[in-house]
C-alpha cells in the first residue's frame, strides 16, 4: 500500500487488472488496537447483492475514490462472505457424554408411573460475521458521536498508516450540501461499533478543528 493509505466512503474496488468488483461497504477494526484488519465489499447487482470479506494484505494502494487489490485476490472468487447462517447448538456444554440416560424400563409401565424426560437439543440458526474474533465491521456514513451525546457527523475516510495497517485519523464530514471535513485523531476514539464512532471528547474540541478540503 502506499504512503497515505486511506479508505473512503463509495470507494470503487479494482481488481489487478483494472476491473471494477465492487464498493467498499465497511471497514473492520481491532477497536484495541486500531488495526484495520479487513474491508468489506459489497459486489453484485442491487437485486442479488453479496458482501465479501477481503483482508487488507490484499490490498495494493488505495486513492480518495478506489482501491485497487493485489493479483493475488481475483475478483474475490475465493474471499468469504460477510456473513453466513450456521446452526448453533444453543447448550455447547451439554453433550451425551454429560447427559444422564434414562432408566431402562422394561415391558410397559403401570399406571402412573413416570417416564424419565428425554434430553434434547435446542439447535438454532444464527447469523454470524466472518471477521477476526473481537473486531468491529464499521459501516460506511457510520455517524459521530461526542462524549456529552452531539452527532457531530459522519466517518467518509479512515486513514491508515500502512506501516502497521493502524488508524491514525478519521476524516468526518458533516452539512447535506455544503459539507466540512475535519480530521480527526483516533486516540480521541473512545469506541467504535458497526453504527456509530463514540469519541472520548465533547463537540468544542471537535469544532476547534481546522478544516481539511475534502470533495
Same mark, same amino acid.
Given at each position: 500500500?502506499?504512503?497515505?493509505?486511506? @479508505?473512503?466512503?463509495?470507494?470503487?474496488?479494482?481488481?489487478?487488472?483494472?476491473?471494477? /468488483?465492487?464498493?467498499?461497504?465497511?471497514?473492520?477494526? #481491532?477497536? %484495541?488496537? #486500531?488495526?484495520?484488519?479487513?474491508?468489506?465489499?459489497?459486489?453484485?447487482?442491487? *437485486? !442479488? !447483492? +453479496?458482501?465479501?470479506?477481503?483482508? /487488507?494484505?490484499?490490498?495494493?494502494?488505495?486513492?480518495?475514490?478506489?482501491i485497487?487489490?493485489? %493479483?493475488?485476490? $481475483?475478483?474475490?472468487?475465493?474471499?468469504p462472505?460477510f456473513? +453466513?447462517?450456521?446452526?448453533?447448538?444453543? =447448550?455447547? #456444554?451439554?453433550?451425551a457424554?454429560?447427559?444422564?440416560?434414562p432408566?431402562?424400563?422394561?415391558?410397559?409401565?403401570?399406571?402412573?408411573?413416570?417416564?424419565?424426560?428425554?434430553?434434547?437439543?435446542?439447535?438454532?440458526?444464527?447469523? %454470524?460475521?466472518?471477521?477476526?474474533? $473481537?473486531?468491529?465491521?464499521l459501516?460506511? $456514513?457510520? !455517524?459521530?458521536?461526542t462524549?456529552? $451525546?452531539? =452527532?457531530?457527523? #459522519?466517518?467518509?475516510?479512515? *486513514?491508515?498508516?500502512?506501516?502497521?495497517?493502524?488508524v491514525? =485519523?478519521?476524516?468526518?464530514?458533516?452539512?447535506? @450540501?455544503?459539507?466540512?471535513?475535519?480530521?480527526?485523531?483516533?486516540?480521541?476514539?473512545?469506541? @467504535?461499533?458497526?453504527?456509530?464512532? =463514540?469519541?472520548?471528547?465533547?463537540k468544542?474540541?471537535?469544532e476547534?478543528?481546522?478544516?481539511?478540503?475534502?470533495?
Amino acid at each position: 500500500m502506499d504512503a497515505k493509505t486511506q @479508505f473512503q466512503r463509495n470507494a470503487t474496488i479494482l481488481s489487478a487488472e483494472g476491473k471494477q /468488483v465492487g464498493l467498499i461497504e465497511r471497514v473492520v477494526v #481491532n477497536p %484495541e488496537t #486500531n488495526v484495520l484488519t479487513d474491508i468489506v465489499v459489497r459486489t453484485g447487482t442491487l *437485486l !442479488k !447483492k +453479496e458482501e465479501k470479506v477481503v483482508p /487488507v494484505g490484499l490490498v495494493d494502494e488505495t486513492a480518495e475514490s478506489q482501491i485497487v487489490l493485489r %493479483e493475488e485476490a $481475483g475478483e474475490l472468487e475465493g474471499c468469504p462472505p460477510f456473513e +453466513e447462517k450456521r446452526l448453533v447448538d444453543e =447448550h455447547p #456444554n451439554s453433550s451425551a457424554s454429560t447427559r444422564k440416560e434414562p432408566p431402562l424400563i422394561v415391558g410397559y409401565p403401570a399406571l402412573g408411573t413416570p417416564m424419565a424426560p428425554v434430553p434434547t437439543e435446542k439447535i438454532v440458526t444464527r447469523i %454470524e460475521q466472518n471477521i477476526p474474533a $473481537g473486531t468491529v465491521a464499521l459501516k460506511e $456514513g457510520a !455517524k459521530v458521536v461526542t462524549a456529552e $451525546g452531539k =452527532h457531530v457527523g #459522519n466517518v467518509e475516510r479512515v *486513514l491508515v498508516d500502512p506501516s502497521v495497517d493502524q488508524v491514525t =485519523h478519521l476524516l468526518v464530514s458533516k452539512g447535506l @450540501f455544503l459539507k466540512e471535513a475535519k480530521l480527526i485523531p483516533i486516540v480521541w476514539v473512545m469506541a @467504535f461499533g458497526e453504527d456509530n464512532v =463514540h469519541l472520548r471528547v465533547k463537540k468544542d474540541a471537535i469544532e476547534s478543528l481546522e478544516p481539511v478540503p475534502f470533495g
